[in-house]
């Protein structure tokens, strides 16, 4: 069985300008799960998608978004990038989310800001 | 709130030495909790999981982790380490009393494990 795809691998982006990161779950999974990981702050959860509606979201600003289309792939969308975007957006997926359920995590895709 | 200390950003171990790695957390119900390696340029493994039941759970490639409800720990471990288990690991929680926090893991900072030759 495949595991959790996340395209690109790697994103250079100026400053201002807006990207949108890609992340198909393991067949079956329906939950998907979006972190960002950087030195400072560690893992960081941004948001849940199940069934095309956000269930949980984290603390970030309005600048990042997302949706979770019916086949349950996934994307995350910065707008207006930040020097401080800088990091690595980790998607996970799982079967519905359920508490005793283990996230399983893509390779990630690594977004720099210049 | 919910909250993960990994108290040790490094441990160093020779190769054929028990590790450990520490984990404490702080939930407001009953936890679910987990541990993750992060290879270099790589996403999360899932290792092991405590849901209920056995306080020792055992896991992928050797690993095992023992929950201790009373000092709110649960510590990764590995009777004989291996040079190929040198990784950053991560301790996450979930508090199975608030519904409004499914799907979401709350993870320590992570331990950056180095087993030498």
């Known amino acids: 069985k495949a595991g959790v795809t996340q395209t690109p691998r790697y994103l250079i982006k100026t400053r201002g300008q807006q990207v949108t990161l890609s992340c198909s779950p393991i067949?079956?999974?329906?939950?998907v799960s979006w972190y960002q990981q950087t030195p400072g702050q560690g893992l960081q959860f941004l948001f849940e998608y199940f069934s095309e509606t956000q269930r949980n979201k984290g603390n970030f600003p309005g600048r990042f978004s997302g949706r979770q289309f019916s086949n349950s792939r996934s994307e995350m969308n910065v707008s207006t990038l930040e020097l401080g975007d800088s990091a690595l957006y980790l998607c996970?997926?799982?079967?519905?989310?359920?508490?005793?359920?283990?996230?399983?995590f893509g390779d990630g895709t690594r977004l720099s800001i210049l | 709130a919910q909250s993960v200390a990994q108290p040790e950003d490094q441990v160093n171990v020779a190769e054929g030495n028990p590790l450990t790695v520490k984990c404490t957390y702080s939930v407001s119900g009953n936890p679910y909790l987990f541990w993750y390696v992060q290879y270099p340029n790589r996403g999360l493994q899932f290792l092991l999981k405590y849901i209920t039941g056995d306080n020792l759970v055992k896991g992928s490639y050797g690993f095992e982790a023992e929950f201790n409800k009373s000092q709110t720990s649960f510590h990764l471990k590995k009777p004989s380490a291996l040079v190929s288990d040198s990784a950053l690991y991560f301790c996450?929680?979930?508090?199975?009393?608030?519904?409004?926090?499914?799907?979401?893991?709350?993870f320590g900072r992570g331990t950056q494990l180095t087993v030498w030759p």
């Open positions: 996450a929680v979930r508090d199975v009393n608030r519904g409004s926090t499914l799907g979401r893991l709350y």
């Open positions: 996970a997926s799982s079967l519905t989310g359920a508490g005793n359920q283990p996230q399983h």
């Open positions: 067949s079956g999974h329906r939950s």
